[in-house]
């Protein structure tokens, strides 16, 4: 039984690992057909979004299965929960990469505008929060969740920047208030992605040391 047991839990590490890509994958191409204004790209983040909403699915029918034919205990009972969780917050970095895509279809139909923001730093910090997030909770590494959340600020502190571009862009360029609000939109989704990145690695950190960190983001600021 053990050995099934573990072969399963191999197989739910393989399955969460391939969302986990394709998810960074969706992220990584609507930033990329932001900066671009490229509609073809953003299709196909929304085309994509097909399969990840089955591999979700997929996965979370694994974990129910490990739970229902198994009956883990201990960690191994709250790695699958953990899976759950996470598997939930990568459905929505999904649904917030279609967001982007398809604020970059509607930017597309504009006269182009700018603001001097960075959004592939932003996207950068993003994608490595969930890249950072997924492999602690594999590696059950708390001291890696936690720099995800430390990164959480930085992201957030970036938002705050495009927000203030915005609002001078609106001022300078009145006539164009819907192309800078679609772009604001845009760095809102990233921001949000970032959250979700934080939640697993909060979830993380109390499947290892089995301490509750929401709330408490001052515990990560240096």
Do not use: W
């Not at 029918?61 to 883990?72: G, R, T, V």
């Not at 970095?93 to 279609?98: F, K, M, N, T």
């Not at 604001?184 to 509750?212: F, K, P, Q």
């Amino acid at each position: 039984m053990a050995r099934h047991l573990q072969s399963e839990m191999d197989k739910l590490k393989e399955l969460s690992f391939n969302l986990c890509a394709d998810v960074e994958e969706s992220v990584q191409k609507a930033v990329q057909a932001l900066e671009e204004r490229n509609p073809s790209l953003a299709e196909t983040v929304i085309a994509h979004d097909g399969k990840i909403n089955k591999s979700e699915v997929e996965l979370e029918e694994e974990c129910l299965k490990i739970l229902a034919l198994h009956q883990p205990v201990a960690n191994d009972l709250r790695f699958v929960i953990a899976v759950l969780k996470l598997n939930n917050d990568l459905e929505r970095i999904g649904d917030l990469a279609v967001n982007i895509a398809e604020r970059v279809l509607f930017l597309s139909q504009k006269d182009p505008v700018t603001i001097p923001f960075d959004f592939a730093t932003m996207a950068d910090k993003t994608k490595r929060m969930v890249q950072k997030a997924h492999r602690a909770l594999v590696n059950r590494d708390a001291d890696l969740a936690r720099e995800v959340c430390m990164l959480d600020d930085e992201v957030d502190e970036m938002n705050r920047e495009v927000y203030k571009h915005v609002e001078e862009g609106v001022r300078n360029h009145p006539d164009k208030i819907s192309s800078m609000f679609s772009l604001l939109s845009a760095a809102r989704h990233l921001e949000r992605i970032a959250d979700h990145a934080t939640n697993i690695a909060e979830d993380v950190i109390y499947m290892v040391d089995g301490e509750i960190v929401r709330h408490r983001t001052e515990d990560f600021q240096t």
